[in-house]
């Protein structure tokens, strides 16, 4: 398999180097690009994906609706429409642009842009990446006797994305 690349970028998110997937995943001072985005239904529940346990950060925790890094010289956007047809198999018609951080581990530093959408499925997951997936109401993703089920850095974001969503919802369209 051949060696995947990423561009590297500064805390501002502009391009700076490019890197190693291997070194990005060992070097938290190599700052790479990820997209994440938040599938709420119609009912305003949040669809999570459950990571699958071959993944090598995070094996079978829940996570975000859809997350991967971008190829280099990938703009965020297409970056999250890639992902949501490789991910979820749907090519939605709207994705709106929410907000950007840094998430900082022991292995890794991402600069993460998330978008939001609209969407009630169906889905056709893909099997290498997610082992399943579901919609969860606002009060379970929030509910501390959950934490162990979801990844550091769903946890970390998901008051934002729940927060984001209640003051833009009027915005999102099917």
Same mark, same amino acid.
């Given at each position: ?55 090598? $950060? ?6 975000? !609706?859809?997350?991967?890094? #971008? @190829?280099?010289? /990938?703009?965020? =956007? ?33 600069? $993460? ?6 969407? !009630?499925?169906?889905?056709? #997951? @893909?099997?290498? /990446?997610?082992? =399943? ?42």
């Amino acid at each position: 398999m051949m060696e995947e690349y990423f561009d590297l970028v500064n805390e501002e998110g502009v391009v700076v180097g490019r890197a190693s997937r291997n070194e990005c995943h060992g070097n938290p001072a190599l700052i790479h690009q990820a997209v994440h985005v938040a599938v709420f239904d119609n009912r305003g529940r949040l669809f999570l994906q459950k990571r699958s346990p071959n993944k090598d $950060i995070q094996p079978g925790k829940w996570d975000t !609706s859809v997350g991967g890094h #971008l @190829q280099p010289g /990938e703009s965020a =956007e297409a970056g999250a429409r890639r992902e949501m047809l490789e991910e979820l198999g749907i090519a939605p018609p709207m994705l709106e642009r929410g907000y950007h951080y840094l998430w900082r581990s022991e292995v890794e530093t991402e600069y $993460i842009t998330t978008f939001f959408t609209r969407h !009630s499925g169906p889905f056709r #997951l @893909q099997r290498e /990446e997610i082992d =399943e997936g579901t919609f969860w109401e606002p009060e379970d993703v929030l509910q501390p006797r959950n934490d162990h089920l979801f990844t550091p850095q769903f946890r970390h974001e998901r008051s934002r994305i729940l927060a984001w969503y209640e003051q833009h919802t009027s915005s999102l369209v099917d």
